[in-house]
């Protein structure tokens, strides 16, 4: 029987511009605040798991070691789209639990700022003889031409999907301008989120529409940041002190799944199937469900994602996401609170920390050091990402007995 | 006449420009990209197969911000043609919410996307609201 991981120390960077930093100093940041955290070194630890997208390739991990500390651990430099700064998270984990380290380090950190729209390729000039070319023999970009490849435009399709299917098609709009408001009225409690202005249905639905039903206020934040965590095995965690234990969270599931072929899923991504894979799989294993959650921050990279993966998560029954969201159960007085961080429409999106920030937050609340944000008595959380493509991380947290 | 040519390989040009599909013959998913093998069954045998050009908008957004050349706004969606789902664009209607709704019954249309040094058009498709 494999051991139990614990989140040891954990660390995230104020999310939002940061000119003078590199995208290094972000990661030391992150890393070192982690460390002091956990109260362990660079010496410690036996392995460590580095996420940047941006320079994916560029070996952040390594970067990192020279400035923070080369110790001649093993490095796994991973990329899974949004979910990179989970993936990084769950190799440290994999490796404790394997028992090959009885530490590990698990850092994420983007500069997004200013990158403006995530979209695909830019179209180049297009050639002067058509000649079919790629694997739908295109003689000329499709981007635009059969559909489109901007995140904002793919996330609103599948909110619209599910308001379809479940037939809610009355005021779609308003419905995820309300679920955007809800998530920018948590920012306000939130000192590290990029932004934590409070705003009104009117203003968002009013403000700039970049891909209907979403406005730019119901699109995440692009911004820079990182988060890091430090994972320990349980035999590792009982020679530590009283303090250290006490505020040590318990990884109860680790879970990283991939999109399972389904009709349409490579026509329109599919963020529903893998979701609800990795919602079952991280329920099994923790031995709970989520009605004992105290807590959710989900991947609201959009409004009209935040809606179906209410029902991915199995928070509410089968098709009733906005049944549970108009109940006010996802506010931070209802009964499920989501996001109370202000996910990634408020608080930001710095990609590869992403996945490790969202357990940062979970995290904060189970050690009852949420300050202001506090949800009283948090027990368990989840966190939850998606990496379109797709990747899909679930952990879920408890806070040590 | 002037040549034509398909903005993709899976619209047929010709008196009932239709969309096809490369279909499993083992388990019946259907692809449109070239394929190495089926993602559903592992598969290597594919058949050709036509894709209804009559069907159902299941999902849509309407694009205002996009790569760097390519004309918003536009309405992007998803066409279920009668079980087989199509990635396309709403054409030859208004791209806003009074006239886009979900649901609604659309067929395949065609337009020219250009034409290249050598007279050559090319031919998208989309589908229009009827
Ligand atoms: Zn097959």
Redesign the interface.
């Known amino acids: 029987m494999a051991e139990n991981v614990w989140i040891l120390g954990i660390y995230m960077t104020k999310f939002g511009k940061h000119p003078d930093k590199d995208t290094v100093d972000l990661a030391a940041e992150a890393t070192m605040g982690a460390l002091t955290d956990g109260g362990v070194s660079m010496k410690d630890m036996g392995i460590l798991a580095a996420g940047n997208l941006m320079g994916a390739g560029l070996g952040i991990g390594q970067a990192l070691q020279k400035q923070i500390g080369q110790t001649g651990i093993p490095v796994y430099n991973v990329a899974n789209a949004c979910a990179t700064g989970a993936t990084a998270l769950r190799t440290a984990i994999m490796a404790v639990k394997a028992g090959e380290a009885d530490y590990g380090l698990a850092v994420g950190v983007e500069k997004l700022s200013g990158a403006g ?1 995530l ?5 180049t000039s ?5 000649t ?1 070319s790629g ?16 995140m ?3 996330f ?3 909110g ?2 599910y ?3 479940h037939q809610y ?1 009355e005021a779609p ?1 308003e419905l995820f301008a309300r679920i955007s408001e809800k998530n920018h009225s948590h920012s306000t409690l939130n000192p590290l989120a990029a932004y934590t202005k409070k705003m009104s249905v009117e203003e968002i639905m009013g403000d ?7 406005t730019r206020p119901m699109c995440s934040a692009n911004c820079d940041g990182a988060a890091a965590a430090v994972v320990v095995s349980d035999s590792t965690l009982k020679k530590l002190s009283g303090e250290q234990q006490r505020r040590a969270v318990k990884v109860a599931a680790s879970v990283l799944t991939t999109d399972p ?1 389904e ?2 899923c ?3 991504p599919d963020v529903n199937t893998l979701t609800r894979n990795a919602a079952d799989q991280a329920y099994e294993a923790a031995g709970v469900g989520p009605d004992d959650l105290d807590l959710v921050e989900l991947h609201d990279c959009f409004a009209t994602a935040e809606l179906v993966h209410y029902d991915n998560l199995k928070l509410c029954e089968p098709g009733a996401a906005t049944d549970f969201f108009e109940s006010g159960a996802t506010w931070r007085d209802g009964r499920t609170p989501v996001n109370v961080s202000g996910g990634l429409e408020s608080k930001g999106h710095p990609i590869a920390a992403t996945g490790i920030a969202n357990i940062w937050e979970v995290c904060t609340h189970l050690r009852g050091e949420a300050k202001d944000r506090q949800i009283e008595g948090a027990r368990l959380g989840l966190a939850h990402v998606i990496g379109l493509g797709s990747a899909c991380g679930v952990h879920i947290l408890e806070k040590a007995a | 006449m002037t040549q034509q ?6 619209l047929v040009l010709g008196d009932t420009p239709h969309l096809v599909a490369h279909e499993c013959t083992t388990c019946g ?6 394929r190495n093998a089926c ?2 069954c592992f598969g290597t045998q594919f058949a050709t197969v036509g894709v209804s050009s009559e069907g159902e908008l ?15 706004p ?1 309405v ?3 066409v279920d043609c009668r ?1 087989t ?5 709403v054409i030859n209607t208004a791209p806003d ?1 009074e006239h886009v ?3 609604m019954k659309v067929r395949l249309a065609t337009y020219s ?2 034409t ?3 007279g ?1 058009e ?1 031919v ?2 989309g589908f229009e609201p009827f």
């Open positions: 729209l979209a695909g390729g830019a179209r297009e050639s002067n003889v058509y079919p694997r739908f023999g295109a003689v000329a970009p499709v981007d635009g031409r059969i559909g489109t490849e901007t904002p435009g793919v609103a399709q599948i619209m999907q308001v379809h299917e098609g709009f700039v529409m970049i891909a209907y039903p979403n072929w009709e349409a490579q026509v329109l | 040519i398909p903005l993709v390989d899976y998913a259907r692809f449109f990209d070239r993602a559903s299941e999902a849509f957004t309407i694009v205002s911000f996009a790569a760097p050349g390519v004309p918003v536009f992007a969606g998803v079980g789902s199509v990635r396309a664009n919410p709704k979900l649901g996307v250009g290249d040094d050598e050559t090319a998208g498709f």
